[in-house]
């Protein structure tokens, strides 16, 4: 056995290396490979200067204000409207913003991130401000996210079962054409360990392959030294796809159609699986989960110009008042203390609406991944995508976390806001300079979900099962018609 | 003798059980992907229909506010879809729907389907623009890779030959059976739309019809050069497996690295200032003109002063008009030049990007057809950046209105300005101008010179080096 292994493997390298096809197949994967890590690692620092520009933003605006502190003063000469002592203009200067910082994976899978909003800006008295970030495809080139992305993710997902398929196409198939079918069978083992061999040969190349692109991948965006643990279950994951795929064509080579059928097959079931089966899904849970004019959002947005704004307070005041029951219900001592208080008890209403509509949101996108996630059994190619992503922190799950945290950071600014108002107590430097806290950085990876790896193990047990019956059926039938 | 080769050809086809599931798969795609596309559109449209309603309702609901209050109050302007966009989805999914029109803030369109959709959306679309250019070719390819070939191993090649029938007769007779293939494709995809259109109520107009033809000539161009190509490298290389995995790695260069690659290319050559950057910017210069909300703003004394003297009077109590309307417009029209000249580079330099990918279509028919295709549609970025300049324009008129109402809209007792009570439902919804085929041509030459080169430069190919290729397999 360990003489046929030995034997194969020197066949295998025999026919690599002199098929000038399959040796530029593997050279083009690993050179897209090399470039979607350098074009992530591209986006990822993109991503990064607006996250130093957003603090240089920050710095800019706290700084003026610090210095009118320094100064003794509350806000610029000739501009005597300006009062950082003031709730209003306080929240103003305290400039904040709540930004995801990428995850070191982001460079290899960047999913979602160069279209949906990364920042938001932290106010507790902007108004709908904070919530208005616009979409960063509008302001760019949407036919460039048409086209798509060229990270490590994709290069994994669309393309390794495309080298798979070139390495692997016509293994069984020359034996056949060059009728070596029978010498296979005088020899020490059987058909289908033969086949299991030769197929398996080319399977862990491209694995190996995968591995040194990951860790290649890993190294150059700092994600193993980092982030190990994620990085490991990225790799694992990459690893499990690329034996999901060796088993899908080892079953299509077990049938035993010849070259031609065995090519269609497989271009077939990649076909079906990375292109046919994702966009239609997304068609079809379309069409259930429709996402349409955002009405909701809209809504609220008018209301807080509108009902809320220019509304009566008193309609809010009962609901403000019941969630703080420790404020002071003394009258303001002045109109300008009271016209802030009347602001800021509208605000709250504002963000009360704006929670609702971020949760019905929310559970709208979980109802349609949920649906998306139905079909996940036939579907590898983006649950293999959506457990990197989400490890990369770029997936869907990700940015909505991302804007449960931008809501609770205006939340708390506003609810830093109300005490000082209340009690009348201006802004000084200290009370200032706590409502920089309300900023927020974080990072949003997380692992891949329960039914990731059952979704990909059950697709591999299924291929299994196809490899080892069509692999029996084949030989019975070529037993009976006398080709072995 | 093209004809008779024609047929012969036909019949092979018919008789290859794999090729024909192969054509009635991409049938059944293209058919369903119709019937898909036009049910997501009447349901995006009922979806809009709904939205402008409540918004138009919330709009006509406004009472005792100032026309400046409801110029802050402002309204929402829904994006149509595209004239086939049940055919083609193109950037639709990836640019905003929803634009805020108000005072003084011009809003980017925000609320695209792809900030709602997890990464599914990057794994494409199904829809019949995508299916042709994208998943026919290779369907093509793997019916057509082995068509001279097989000839030549079975030896009808040679029999041919030595009767006497030109080699250029032969390929040609593939290529029109495998094109004429692919033209009943797109002639059933483009029944079965009109069908649909007809059927729930859609009126075919001659732009629709002019888009739809201009759609489907220009699939019917690239599924040409594709079945020339393929049949050129099933007759130039001997080995039917290498011609195999020739196509397949032209078709993955072709439609998967090439388009992306490009586009990573032209945004590193043309770059966009980042959304933050862009923001600031336009705050700097929005705050170097007149601030019609600060009574103190120099250049706001000095348009005042300028008011007053025009009507001779002393002081704004004693003008006929409400100095704060004119003060807004003058705020208004200064924005409306803040936001022409920082979107307009914008716009232009994402115009350069796409000019590279233009350019790269010469090299990549694929790239050509998806240009044309989402253009005819009515998808493109060309078409959507309409959409942003009508909601624009749109948002100057309203707020002029409401400007000028604010000024005129009252009149003045003993010293106050006292407003009248204005209907403001008798302002205008948006009505978005839908474009003509010619914009769509007038955007997208580049790309259709390249197909048209690629079509003319394939034909003249196959027929200079028809008479070259092998006859014989190995050992020839």
């Not at chain 1, 989400?390 to 950071?409: I, Y």
């Amino acid at each position: 056995m360990i003489d046929i292994l030995k034997a194969l493997v020197r066949f295998e390298w025999m026919r690599l290396s002199r098929s000038r096809m399959r040796a530029s197949a593997i050279l083009v994967f690993f050179a897209c490979g090399l470039y979607a890590i350098a074009s992530g690692q591209h986006h990822v620092s993109t991503w990064k200067e607006t996250l130093d520009e957003l603090t240089q933003r920050e710095t800019t605006q706290r700084e003026q204000a610090l210095a009118w502190f320094s100064a003794g003063r509350t806000g610029p000469e000739g501009r005597t409207w300006i009062d950082v002592s003031q709730a209003r203009w306080a929240d103003r200067y305290a400039s904040a913003h709540a930004v995801m910082e990428p995850e070191p994976l982001a460079a290899l899978a960047i999913g979602l991130s160069d279209i949906r909003a990364t920042w938001a800006t932290v106010s507790g008295m902007g108004g709908a401000r904070p919530f208005q970030t616009a979409d960063p495809a509008t302001l760019g080139n949407a036919e460039k996210l048409l086209a798509g992305n060229f990270d490590l993710a994709f290069v994994f997902a669309y393309l390794l079962p495309l080298l798979l398929l070139v390495l692997l196409f016509d293994v069984g198939g020359l034996e056949r054409d060059l009728g070596m079918m029978r010498m296979v069978r005088v020899q020490s083992v059987s058909p289908r360990s033969w086949l299991l061999l030769r197929a398996a040969l080319p399977i862990v190349l491209v694995a190996m392959l995968a591995l040194l692109l990951c860790v290649v991948g890993g190294l150059w965006s700092g994600a193993i030294g980092a982030t190990f643990g994620s990085w490991s279950t990225f790799t694992l994951l990459v690893l499990g796809y690329t034996c999901l795929w060796g088993a899908l064509f080892a079953a299509v080579l077990a049938a035993g159609t010849g070259v031609s059928a065995a090519a269609l097959w497989m271009v077939g079931l990649w076909l079906g699986f990375c292109v046919v089966v994702p966009a239609a899904v997304r068609q079809v849970v379309g069409q259930e989960h429709p996402s349409l004019y955002a009405s909701e959002l809209t809504t609220a947005m008018r209301a807080e110009r509108y009902e809320i704004l220019l509304g009566d307070v008193a309609e809010h005041e009962p609901a403000f008042y019941q969630a703080r029951p420790n404020l002071p219900t003394s009258e303001p001592s002045s109109r300008a203390s009271g016209s802030t208080r009347r602001r800021i008890v509208q605000q709250a209403a504002f963000l009360d609406i704006v929670g609702d509509v971020t949760q019905k949101m929310s559970s709208d996108e979980i109802a349609r991944e949920t649906a998306v996630a139905r079909w996940g059994w036939v579907n590898p190619a983006y649950v293999l995508q959506r457990a990197l992503c989400g490890l990369a922190g770029t997936e869907s799950v990700s940015f909505r976390a991302h804007r449960d945290d931008v809501f609770t950071s205006v939340t708390s600014r506003l609810d830093a806001l109300v005490g000082p108002t209340w009690n009348e107590q201006p802004f000084t430097l200290e009370t200032f300079e706590g409502l920089f806290e309300h900023g927020l950085s974080q990072r949003y990876g997380l692992p891949p979900r329960a039914g990731t790896w059952s979704r990909l193990l059950v697709l591999l047990v299924i291929a299994v099962v196809a490899f080892v019956v069509l692999a029996t059926m084949r030989g019975k039938r070529e037993r009976q018609a006398g080709v072995i | 003798m093209i004809a008779r080769l024609f047929r012969l050809e036909l019949r092979a086809i018919r008789s290859d059980g794999r090729s024909v599931a192969l054509l009635v798969i991409a049938l059944a795609m293209l058919v369903l992907s119709a019937w898909i596309g036009a049910d997501a559109r009447r349901v995006a449209d009922e979806g809009r229909a709904q939205a402008l309603e409540v918004s138009r309702a919330q709009w006509e609901s406004i009472q005792g506010l100032s026309a400046h209050a409801v110029g802050h109050y402002g309204s929402y302007v829904y994006k149509p879809g595209g004239a086939l966009a049940a055919l083609d989805g193109g950037v639709m999914p990836f640019t905003g729907k929803v634009v805020r029109v108000e005072a003084h803030v011009q809003t980017p369109p925000s609320h695209s389907d792809a900030s709602s959709w997890s990464s599914l959306v990057r794994l494409g679309a199904f829809d019949a623009g995508s299916i042709l250019a994208h998943v026919l070719p290779l369907l093509l390819a793997f019916t057509a890779f082995s068509s001279v070939a097989r000839d030549r191993e079975t030896g009808l090649l040679r029999s041919l030959v030595a009767q006497g029938v030109p080699l250029r007769d032969v390929l040609w007779g593939k290529v029109l059976a495998y094109w004429a293939l692919a033209l009943v494709l797109v002639a059933a995809l483009t029944v079965t739309h009109v069908g649909i259109d007809l059927t729930s109520g859609g009126a075919l107009t001659g732009d629709t019809i002019a888009r739809l033809t201009g759609f489907a000539g220009s699939h019917a161009i690239h599924l040409l050069v594709v079945v020339v190509l393929s049949v050129g490298v099933s007759a130039w290389v001997a080995d039917s497996r290498a011609a195999l995995a020739i196509l397949t790695i032209a078709w993955l260069g072709a439609t998967v690295i090439l388009p992306r690659i490009t586009a990573q290319l032209g945004s590193q050559l043309y770059p966009l200032s980042s959304q933050v950057e862009f923001e600031d910017a336009m705050k700097v210069d929005r705050s170097k003109g007149l601030d019609g909300h600060d009574p103190h703003d120099e250049r706001r004394l000095a348009l005042q002063q300028q008011i007053l003297d025009e009507y001779g009077v002393q002081n704004a109590r004693e003008l006929p008009v409400n100095i704060g309307g004119l003060l807004m417009q003058a705020d208004d029209e200064y924005g409306d030049k803040v936001w022409d000249h920082h979107f307009g580079n914008r716009h232009a330099t994402v115009r350069k990007q796409i000019g590279v990918t233009q350019a790269v279509a010469f090299l990549n028919p694929y790239q050509a057809v998806r240009g044309l295709s989402m253009a005819f549609a009515g998808t493109d970025q060309f078409h959507d950046v309409q959409f942003q300049r009508q909601a624009e324009n749109y948002r100057r008129v309203m707020v002029g209105t409401l400007n000028n109402l604010d000024a005129t809209a009252g009149r003045r007792e003993n010293g106050r300005w006292i407003r009248d009570e204005i209907d403001y439902a008798d302002i205008a919804d948006f009505q978005f101008e839908t474009q003509q085929v010619g914009f769509a041509l007038g955007n997208r030459w580049p790309e259709l010179l390249a197909l048209i080169a690629w079509a003319v430069a394939s034909v003249v190919m196959l027929n200079k080096h028809a008479g070259r290729i092998p006859v014989v397999g190995a050992g020839r």
